[in-house]
């Protein structure tokens, strides 16, 4: 990791402390834009810290975004599972809080980011049949996949 991107991530730390979520976020955009294709791990921290301010924001629908373009540039490998696992800690709180319909509105942007993924790309639009209301029956080959959609389908939202 370069040096201004450990600046940045400390100056984005000192800001969160402070509640000021603004230059927090802004700090964690420079990170992704300075580390997108040098540094994978630099920018997958960067987009689920940013999720994570999302969320203390309660926009949910903003932290599945940051998650999902996480995944996407993370390649295969531990990076990539650990990714999908948070993806699904945050869908499933999002299913709890009575959130998850907000998927159903406003994905078609990070639909194109994802469209190269197959599998990732397929499995967001499950998402957003399944906040539609809608019944998803597909099957993916990520074992992770299929366990977030098992456990969305029966977890009981507020």
Known sequence: MNEEILRLFREATEAENL???????????????????????????????????????????????CAIRA?????????????????????????????????????????GLIRSNDELYRFVLALIKLAKGEEVKESFSSKEFNEILRSLRGAQGP
């Open 19 to 65: 509640r000021d979520l603004e230059t927090a976020k802004k700090k964690l955009d420079r990170i992704m834009e300075l580390s997108r294709g040098k540094d994978p791990e630099a920018y997958f921290t960067a987009c689920f810290r940013l999720a994570d301010i999302f969320i203390q924001e309660d926009n949910y629908r903003g932290a599945v975004k």
């Open 71 to 111: 995944i996407h540039r993370a390649g295969e490998g531990e990076l990539y599972s650990r990714g999908v696992r948070m993806l699904g800690d945050i869908l499933f709180m999002m299913k709890m809080n009575g959130k998850f319909g907000e998927l159903s509105e406003n994905m078609e942007p990070t639909l």
